[in-house]
């Protein structure tokens, strides 16, 4: 769906992917893996796109529900692909992705049977400030250690991965079993709430459509 003109949100593929429209595409996130092309059919029916449109794919983490067809979609557009450098070992394969502890731990392995991932090895590394697709990255680790942010000035959004939430039109932090270090996303929860954006996207949840950065700093300041 449109979200405004521009930006658009892929219904459906479980972590969220966004496309943002400029002089080609720009998708951030990629979606569970096997929803390849519930994207493309989206390219093609909405947008009237072809694959080889998408320029840049922007993960903001790891996780398999955010990079789940990073490899497909390279693979059908020649897209570049790029992630933080704390995360890009995990999407190319060099060091084996984590899953949570205990029974989520079963699930998980259980899950990854089902969902196959292929490595895909990253084109572009990001780190905290640098400049992508007309945004900043802002290196917001904790959920995992390669977490970003990107602000896009053009719309005045920020994408915020699974740092921040918005569920049921409440802002929460990720959940614990799903995250490397609770203390570090509070401090990138509170890294962002010095900055100032009107729209915030995020992994989960729905969209906050206007004064995001007020609600995020009333959020912010409830972790204290
Ligand atoms: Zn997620
Ligand atoms: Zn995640």
């Known amino acids: 769906m449109e979200l405004i003109p521009g930006v658009h949100q892929v219904d459906g593929v479980v972590g969220n992917c966004y496309i943002i429209i400029g002089d080609g595409l720009i998708l951030i ?4 893996p096997n929803k390849t092309q519930k994207i493309l059919d989206y390219l093609k ?4 796109c072809i694959p080889s449109d998408i320029e840049t794919i922007i993960l903001t983490h790891y996780h398999l529900d955010h990079s789940g067809n990073a490899y497909e979609l390279w693979d059908s557009s020649g897209a570049k ?6 995360d890009a070992g995990y999407i190319s394969g060099e060091v084996p992705m984590p899953g949570p502890g205990g029974i989520w731990g079963l699930i998980y392995s259980i899950f990854k049977i089902f969902f196959k991932f292929k490595p895909v090895q990253p084109d572009i590394l990001l780190h905290d400030n640098d400049k992508i697709a007309g945004m900043t990255c802002i290196h917001t680790p904790g959920h995992t250690p390669g977490s970003i942010c990107l602000y896009d000035p053009k719309f005045d959004i920020l994408f915020v991965g699974d740092t ?3 569920i049921d039109g409440h ?11 609770m203390d570090q996303v509070k401090q990138s929860i509170q890294k962002i709430a010095k900055l100032d954006f009107n729209i915030m996207l995020s992994g989960h949840g729905t ?4 004064d995001a950065s007020i609600k995020v700093r009333e959020f912010s300041e409830s972790l204290k």
């Open 81 to 86: 692909i790029a992630i933080h450098a704390d």
């Open 45 to 48: 029916n909405t947008l009237d």
């Open 207 to 210: 969209p906050v459509m206007r």
């Open 29 to 32: 996130d990629t979606g569970l």
């Open 171 to 181: 802002l929460e932090a990720p959940p614990a079993k799903f995250s490397r270090n």
């Open 164 to 166: 921040i939430r918005n």
